[in-house]
């Protein structure tokens, strides 16, 4: 079964440095997400991105968040001057077709130092 | 303010118990409804798609009420593998949305010998 894959697995970062997080969503998807999930907390939407350009984004995702999707598979997203608080479990998720279920990647584990 | 309210939880069961998970909404335009569940540190996965009439997956069954914004999912015969973090999610149903996904913060599980 295609898979949404995500890496790295863990990042350990310090304060204010940039971090990127990188998903390859199912090949032939079209709509592409990032959530993020605090410990013992719910997970959050962050953005959609739709036809080269982001389609939404929760007040979360400030000007120190981008995303791109620099060729055909994969889709990134960058945290500029990392926070303390941006210490997370970040996840990916792509669907097909607009009333298609999402699926998710397992996860980058980004932790702030 | 969009919000998915469900059980706190934790629900713990015997083996072949059968256990009903409940679950409001706020958002009124919400077209979509699922339930994923997540295991301990993992991504979420779904579970089932929840349609207005009803559905069944095996030992799963899912409702939807849509006059009262009320979701349920039941389990019968329950399995140590059952054992998860279930989580009620529903899209975000309004403007230009691309069916960004609102999570509940979920009801444990955990099924004993």
């Known amino acids: 079964e295609p898979e949404v894959t995500q890496t790295p697995s863990h990042q350990v970062t310090q304060m204010g440095q940039e971090v990127i997080l990188r998903c390859v969503p199912i090949s032939n998807h079209l709509y592409f997400y990032w959530y993020r999930q605090i410990l013992g907390q719910k997970v959050e939407f962050l953005v959609s991105f739709y036809n080269n350009e982001i389609s939404e984004k929760s007040e979360i995702f400030d000007d120190q968040f981008s995303v791109e999707r620099p060729d055909g598979s994969n889709f990134t997203l960058k945290i500029r001057s990392t926070k303390l608080e941006d210490s997370a479990m970040y996840f990916c998720a792509s669907k097909l077709t607009s009333n298609q279920p999402q699926h998710f990647g397992d996860g980058t584990r980004l932790s702030i130092l | 303010r969009k919000e998915v309210e469900q059980d706190p939880g934790p629900f713990n069961v015997p083996e072949g118990a059968t256990v009903a998970f409940n679950c409001t909404y706020s958002?009124?335009?919400?077209?979509?409804f699922f339930w994923y569940r997540q295991d301990c540190r993992k991504e979420p996965k779904l579970l089932m798609s929840v349609y207005s009439s009803g559905n069944e997956d095996g030992r799963f069954t899912a409702q939807l009420n849509r006059a009262s914004q009320y979701i349920s999912l039941l389990i019968r015969d329950s399995k140590l593998s059952d054992s998860a973090t279930y989580l009620c999610v529903v899209t975000d149903g309004y403007g230009g949305s691309q069916g960004n996904l609102i999570f509940g913060k979920g009801t444990k599980l955990s099924v004993k010998p």
């Open positions: 958002n009124s335009a919400s077209q979509s």
